[in-house]
């Protein structure tokens, strides 16, 4: 590497080196830095997701055993109706 004088301020080469190294560094520690928070943004979007979910199926009406009971009892209440009419 030379070293001596660079530009008018006197700067020397290795001490521009060293700055770009350090400024180097700077940045992937920032890039680390925006990846790791990437990462655990998706991990919040994740939960959010599965969270809201859950809430939607909690909410969710089922039918009860005695509803459904009593609902097919009336179809075929009905079936058995339209087959006597139809002279069954």
Avoid: H
Wanted: hydrophobic share 30%.
């Amino acid at each position: 590497m030379l070293r001596g004088p660079s530009g008018l301020l006197g700067n020397t080469n290795e001490k521009l080196a060293d700055t770009t190294t350090n400024k180097a560094f700077a940045d992937m520690a920032t890039i680390e830095s925006n990846r790791e928070g990437s990462v655990q943004n998706t991990n919040y979007q994740g939960q959010a997701a599965y969270q809201r979910s859950q809430g939607q199926l909690a909410n969710v009406q089922r039918p009860s055993t005695i509803g459904t009971g009593l609902q097919i009892a009336g179809e075929a209440a009905t079936a058995y109706g339209s087959y006597k009419k139809a002279g069954g």
